[in-house]
């Protein structure tokens, strides 16, 4: 089934300067990418992405690491990847979330760490089902900015036309 996923490459993954490795990596999963951008993450965007973390003792601490905050890039790599078994394909390759448990060929397993403090710097996001994936997306991008027509959307009159989720 054909399906859609959120990436993120973290602050950390762009601090590294990693981005190249991993989208070639990624490009393993023969997936198209839908939409692809750079952009600044803020407390807003931070606190709705992570929302079903927020009861987690390290939640302040991961609002501050995908807002870049701990290094010198402030901003993430967002990316739509379509295809095949999308999700779990991506998944796989990114490998578990704590980067020490991670296969040491996956993406987390290669590139992340675990800091001093206790900060998961795992570089990478990837969207965990259907349905988180359909809300993040949603979260991360505008309807005009991917390629494929993934959900319903609808126009909506501003002083400038542009479609908005439905």
Do not use: C
């Not at 952009?39 to 995908?66: G, M, N």
């Amino acid at each position: 089934m054909k399906e859609a996923t959120l990436v993120l490459i973290k602050p950390d993954g762009l601090k590294k300067s990693l981005t190249g490795n991993i989208l070639t990596r990624l490009s393993e999963t023969k997936l198209d990418i839908s939409a692809a951008k750079i952009t600044r993450v803020t407390s807003q965007l931070a606190t709705e992405h992570y929302k079903h973390l927020a009861d987690k003792p390290f939640f302040k601490e991961l609002l501050r690491y995908i807002k870049g905050e701990f290094h010198e890039k402030r901003k993430v790599m967002a990316m739509v990847y379509f295809g095949e078994d999308a999700i779990g394909k991506i998944r796989s390759i990114a490998g578990e979330t704590n980067p020490e448990e991670a296969d040491s060929v996956s993406i987390r397993g290669q590139y992340g760490r675990i800091t001093t403090k206790g900060v998961y710097e795992n570089v990478i996001h990837a969207s965990t089902d259907p349905e988180e994936a359909e809300r993040e997306i949603k979260l991360w991008f505008e309807p005009d900015e991917i390629i494929e027509d993934l959900y319903p959307a609808k126009d909506i009159e501003e002083k400038v036309a542009k479609r908005a989720w439905a």
